[in-house]
T-cell receptor
Framework: DSGVTQTPKHLITATGQRVTLRCSPR?????VYWYQQSLDQGLQFLIQ???????AKGNILERFSAQQFPDLHSELNLSSLELGDSALYFC?????????????FGPGTRLTVL | AQKVTQAQTEISVVEKEDVTLDCVYE???????LFWYKQPPSGELVFLIR??????QNEISGRYSWNFQKSTSSFNFTITASQVVDSAVYFC????????????FGKGTMLLVSP
């Protein structure tokens, strides 16, 4: 158990809908990261937050947004969902969000868009 | 370009065999970190090891060992006396100094250990 929690574990929804994925980092970690794992793209970095501020952005679609709250939990919002958004979404956390940190991953949220 | 290549898509072995998972990386930076993560059938990503570019010492942890060779840009992972519980997808990842703190993953190698 990495100490990173994600809810829900599974999510099934329809095209065009909007969903919110939630992540709580390990105790003491200030930075969270979101990754998407799909069969065709593999594991891809989406976005990073550090202490409430966006720090780095990867291949995140405009339909997706995220934020980190004062209690350090983070939410990833996915809107206008398409079939291709079906994937496993991971949250990871690290102490300072810096280059030397190790990222510890949560159990993931499996999103299925029908 | 910054890239991680895991050429072995799937490896099947019988319990107690030794197995090596290959990882080749590309980066222009001289300062970087390499990682291995394990993804068992349950789906979570489990951190195994981190190695920085200035430390080429090999590492052993129980049945696991890692061989880092800058000359060939490789960071290979060996499991000795494999067990059924080692069955998983293993990912090699790279983080380079000018790439903030994001991880670039290889496509993964699925290891199947049969009894």
């Amino acid at each position: 158990d990495s100490g990173v929690t994600q809810t829900p574990k599974h999510l099934i929804t329809a095209t065009g809908q909007r969903v919110t994925l939630r992540c709580s980092p390990r105790s003491g970690d200030l930075s969270v990261y979101w990754y998407q794992q799909s069969l065709d793209q593999g594991l891809q970095f989406l976005i990073q937050y550090y202490n409430g501020e966006e720090r780095a952005k990867g291949n995140i679609l405009e339909r997706f947004s995220a934020q980190q709250f004062p209690d350090l939990h983070s939410e990833l919002n996915l809107s206008s969902l398409e079939l291709g958004d079906s994937a496993l979404y991971f949250c990871a956390s690290s102490p300072q969000g810096g280059f030397t940190d190790t990222q510890y991953f949560g159990p993931g949220t499996r999103l299925t868009v029908l | 370009a910054q890239k991680v290549t895991q050429a072995q898509t799937e490896i099947s072995v019988v319990e107690k065999e030794d197995v090596t998972l290959d990882c080749v990386y590309e980066t222009r930076d001289t300062t970087y970190y390499l990682f291995w993560y394990k993804q068992p059938p349950s789906g979570e990503l489990v951190f195994l090891i981190r190695r920085n570019s200035f430390d080429e010492q090999n590492e052993i942890s129980g049945r696991y060992s890692w061989n880092f060779q800058k000359s060939t840009s490789s960071f290979n992972f060996t499991i000795t006396a494999s067990q059924v519980v080692d069955s998983a997808v293993y990912f090699c990842a790279l983080r380079w100094n000018s790439g903030y703190s994001t991880l670039t993953f290889g496509k993964g190698t699925m290891l199947l250990v049969s009894p």
